[in-house]
């Protein structure tokens, strides 16, 4: 086969062709742009779907307990597998999933609902509370231990004390301020309307640095797809 | 007089208004200039990225790192060479990798990553044992149980890898009981799951955590640096151009082999593209406040 042929009919070629046709969009809505879509969206389902079956059900579900069950009553053949009972009980919760599909017996979906809750807010609640609110106030209000924390940053990495714990005072107040526009109870008038005024700007900076990074990462998305098809057209047979 | 401002009007409108197909072209272009010409960019790492260095580094050989290749192909081009550079280091160290995912989409692209820096190492004529050096441990469902249960029993939660293999019998993965025996987890996410690894691995199991994120989240993550609970963090693809850069000047040392640079490229592209948005900013400023200025007289 020619070696231009073989570099049209290939994989590459063809995410080529379909990169272009969902950049194709930036000009005007076109059916090549849908035909692209419509066909990624279907994709990753159907990869979801099959990569959730074979590294997921398979695994956990089906070689455990509903495969050596069948076999047991005699619906699969084969070599006997050795059967965990206790999967009894998540399989049980994953049919309770499929009652929607009866309206009558549609309530039964609250059974895995409560218990996933009831898991999920009892493993959660205790470590997030934790991690993401006291370990955080600590470090905000110059708590000893967010302190050393300075001291550790600022001898490793040459910074000055100074610096940091200022760097850490803005922090503080900041904070003070962006709660204080928030509150709503108290007008926001004289000194203390400015000091929420204060927040918003602290807000807006925030948003800014926000902003630049989500421009950056989504430059990062398009330089994937360019590098790609740079390589692409390099591949090109000379 | 009149003539005059009528003109300046006519300018201030027009640049205000450029078609956003001239926009579109020219960030092309300002894109792939870099990319065509392969200008690399020689950047300086930055604090949180060389607190996952510095941590890296000063492992002993023989230590195992995880990594949790959490992120679908959407997040690939920045997060994927920080898991390069990474992996490049571990190994240049004698430290020994072990990959995993919490998402489904990430199956694939953590196997490739990791098979392909096994083959630079290979190239490069320090081949990489499966199974000693490195193991890949694929998909497991149940996030946050999955996190938890490795603090618990390593071998009950990963009782085979990716390829089926015993666990319990390959040389990497024999002695790992639980996090004890794990120097450091590395998640690399498009996603929320830091969070999960910070709740449930450092807060409850002690474990030293990193995160590599894109640049959309880095800012969310940033207060867990300063309070210990990530020893660091490598943030968009800046974070990757760092730690790529370094990690291929060291395997030029070392090997005389230089792998395919990939961040350290993109990053040109990206400053540039940034700067090009920049002053786009300021024509829709200059322009937005002239004609206001206009309307009120």
């Known amino acids: ?238 | 007089m009149a003539n005059n401002e009528k003109k300046t009007t006519t300018f201030l409108e027009k640049i205000g208004q450029i078609p956003r197909f001239w926009i579109y072209l020219g960030l092309l272009v300002i894109l792939m200039l870099p990319l065509i010409l392969r200008i690399k960019a020689k950047p300086r790492m930055g604090m949180e990225t060389k607190m996952v260095y510095d941590f890296i580094d000063s492992l002993p050989p023989g230590s195992v790192i995880m990594l949790s290749f959490t992120y679908g192909p959407s997040a690939r081009p920045e997060l994927e060479p920080m898991a390069l550079a990474i992996m490049r280091h571990a190994y240049m160290r004698g430290i020994r990798v072990m990959g995993m995912t919490l998402s489904v989409e990430g199956t694939g692209l953590g196997l490739e990553a990791m098979t392909r820096v096994a083959k630079e190492f290979e190239e490069a004529g320090y081949p990489l044992t499966y199974g000693e050096d490195w193991v890949y441990l694929g998909y497991k469902t149940g996030w946050a149980m999955v996190i938890r249960g490795i603090g618990g029993d390593f071998h009950e939660t990963f009782p085979r890898d990716y390829y089926g293999n015993d666990t319990r019998k390959m040389a990497l993965t024999r002695d790992i009981q639980n996090y004890d025996d794990i120097a450091l987890v590395i998640d690399f996410a498009s996603g929320g799951s830091p969070g999960s690894w910070i709740t449930y691995a450092y807060q409850q199991f002690d474990q030293k955590v990193a995160a590599g994120v894109t640049a959309v989240m880095g800012a969310d993550w940033q207060p867990y640096i300063r309070t210990g609970q990530l020893v660091g963090m490598l943030n968009g693809m800046k974070a990757a151009a760092d730690y790529e850069a370094k990690t291929i000047e060291m395997m030029e040392k070392r090997f005389g082999y230089t792998p395919k640079p990939y961040a350290t490229v993109g990053i040109v592209s990206v400053t540039w593209a940034q700067i090009y948005l920049i002053i786009l900013i300021i024509i829709g400023n200059i322009s937005f406040f002239a004609l206001r200025r206009r309307r009120r007289r």
């Open chain 1, 1 to 238: 086969m020619p070696a231009i042929l073989t570099w049209l009919i290939s994989w590459k070629t063809l995410a080529a062709i379909l990169t272009l046709a969902i950049m194709s969009f930036l000009y005007k809505e076109n059916p090549f742009y849908r035909f692209a879509e419509y066909l990624f969206v279907g994709l990753s389902a159907g990869y979801g779907f099959a990569m959730t079956y074979h590294l997921a059900m398979k695994p956990n579900l089906l070689r455990p307990f509903i495969i050596p069950l069948l076999q047991r009553i005699h619906i699969l053949g084969g070599e006997p597998l050795p059967i965990n009972w206790w999967y009894i009980i998540p399989t049980f919760f994953a049919l309770c999933y499929l009652s929607v599909i009866v309206p009558k017996y549609s309530n039964i979906i609250r059974l895995p609902f409560a218990f996933l809750l009831g898991l999920g807010s009892g493993m959660a609640i205790p470590r997030s509370f934790q991690a993401a609110i006291l370990e955080q106030l600590w470090d905000t209000i110059l708590h000893p231990k967010g302190y050393h924390g300075y001291v550790d940053m600022s001898e490793k990495y040459g910074w000055s004390l100074t610096l940091v714990v200022v760097s850490a005072i803005i922090i503080f107040v900041s904070v003070l301020a962006v709660l204080a526009y928030f509150f709503f109870s108290k007008p926001h008038k004289g000194a203390y309307g400015k000091f929420a005024r204060f927040g918003i700007i602290i807000l807006m900076i925030g948003f800014g640095a926000s902003f630049g990074s989500t421009v950056m990462a989504r430059f990062s998305l398009l330089i994937g797809r360019l590098m790609f098809l740079l390589s692409w057209i390099s591949g090109f047979p000379h």
